[in-house]
């Protein structure tokens, strides 16, 4: 990880475990922290009315894409950028995912991943009928996704991107959610791009799993500053609702879902929850006017 401006690590709002403060939650606005931990030199602290836990410092001074250059691509993801079993096992696993999202949208139409990475989800959707189109923040990745696979594919982030209102039928987040400084403004965003009815599908950490309960601070999804926010179920709910969604189906994200599914055994894990991750399928209700809460009072 790359290291950060001393100067980030002195401004947070909250400093010793425990202690409640006031500050403006990105989700519900003006409400009371109680501390949670510090890592990585940055604050945490848990929401009192939602639950979620976030970073509370000043990210002003954070750039997400000096982290997804093309050396973090080819660190993390190097065996995706040719023909093998890791590509093949991503093809596998969103194949399955569009499969359930075609039982919500089964007249296929024009599908936006943000966050597309190098684009496999983008080209399943267009051999199974679908019109892709994908932003990512990382050039190398976004590169990657036009020039080896041929497909529509902006540098962008969600604000800034190129696309026309009430033109989607679904867009979905994989793993994306968690790295949004402003989650409600995006969600609105996304709430404006949809088509009325349209689906958004997307991804994050469960911070209220048994897993993350398990591990501690040492869960995989206390990443600060790369994630923002740590979601819980009401956190999700309460997002939802503020941007115009309704929650259509909560499932969770497991490793290997198409393998489990060969074998009958996705359903009973799907059941039992022993995930930390959650699958979220929400449906555009209502439209929303773009804009959200300045979040300048967090500071």
């Known amino acids: 990880m790359k290291l950060l401006p001393d100067s980030l690590v002195s401004r947070g709002v909250i400093k010793a475990s425990g202690d409640v403060s006031p500050g403006v939650c990105r989700i519900c606005g003006p409400a009371r922290f109680r501390s ?163 689906i958004v599908v997307f991804t994050t950490g469960d911070v209220g799993s048994y897993l993350r309960r398990l591990q501690g601070l040492k869960w995989r999804g206390f990443i600060p500053p790369i994630h923002v926010v740590n979601y819980n179920t009401k956190a999700i709910a309460k997002l939802l609702e503020q941007t115009g969604f309704s929650l259509e189906v909560r499932s969770v994200a497991l490793p290997r879902e198409a393998l489990l599914k060969r074998l009958n055994l996705i359903g009973v894990f799907k059941w039992l929850r022993f995930s930390d991750k959650m699958m979220i399928f929400a449906r555009k209700e209502v439209d929303m006017p773009i804009g959200a809460p300045s979040s300048d009072a967090r500071l």
């Open 36 to 198: 949670f931990a510090a890592k990585n030199g940055f604050h945490l602290a848990r929401c009192e009315q939602c639950e979620a836990i976030q970073v509370t410092d000043d990210l002003s001074e954070v750039c997400l894409e000096d982290y997804y250059d093309q050396e973090f691509f080819d660190l993390t993801y190097s065996h995706l950028q040719t023909e093998g079993s890791g590509r093949r096992k991503e093809y596998a696993k969103f194949t399955h995912r569009l499969e359930e999202i075609e039982k919500l949208k089964p007249q296929k139409g024009k599908i936006l991943d943000v966050g597309c990475s190098y684009g496999f989800l983008l080209d399943v959707a267009r051999d199974r009928g679908w019109q892709p189109v994908g932003i990512d923040i990382g050039e190398h990745a976004a590169t990657f996704a036009r020039d080896e696979l041929g497909l529509e594919v902006y540098v962008s982030d969600l604000r800034n991107a190129p696309l026309t209102s009430n033109d989607f039928d679904v867009i979905t987040f994989w793993n994306v959610v968690e790295h949004l400084d402003e989650p409600v403004e995006e969600f609105l965003r996304t709430n404006s791009l949809l088509k009325p009815g349209g």
